[in-house]
């Protein structure tokens, strides 16, 4: 079976850090790009950053680029987003979800799902 594990979620006062994992299992990471997306309260999700193994692309949105770093270890197949200077703009739920490997290029959607981790930033 597939799965996503998304954790690291959790309460950080503004100007802090956090590191959110998606663990897969039931395929490899070669195989497709993991994306994160987050949706606040009252808001419509939205990409965050996306990495493909196989191709080496990324995508960041333009509100995080500088601030969030994703990354992955084929070996532990599991993806990271270091997230660093947060505001509270940043808070909401973030989910990881595996894609076509061209997907951070923009194109084709999202095959699974993890479940969400909830980010809260205070001012």
């Known amino acids: 079976d597939v799965q996503l594990q998304a954790s690291g979620g959790g309460l950080v006062q503004a100007g802090g850090s956090l590191r959110l994992s998606c663990a897969a299992s039931?395929?490899?990471?070669?195989?497709?790009?993991i994306a994160w997306f987050r949706q606040a309260p009252g808001k419509e999700r939205e990409g965050v950053s996306c990495?493909?193994?196989?191709?080496?692309?990324?995508y960041y949105l333009g509100s995080v680029k500088g601030r969030f770093t994703i990354s992955s270890d084929n070996a532990k197949n599991t993806v990271y987003l270091e997230m660093s200077s947060l505001k509270p703009e940043d808070t909401a739920v973030y989910y990881c979800?595996?894609?076509?490997?061209?997907?951070?290029?923009?194109?084709?959607?999202?095959?699974?799902w993890g479940q969400g981790t909830l980010v809260t930033v205070s001012s």
């Open positions: 039931g395929f490899t990471l070669d195989d497709y790009a």
């Open positions: 979800a595996a894609a076509p490997n061209y997907y951070c290029s923009g194109y084709g959607y999202p095959t699974w």
């Open positions: 990495i493909s193994s196989s191709d080496g692309s990324f």
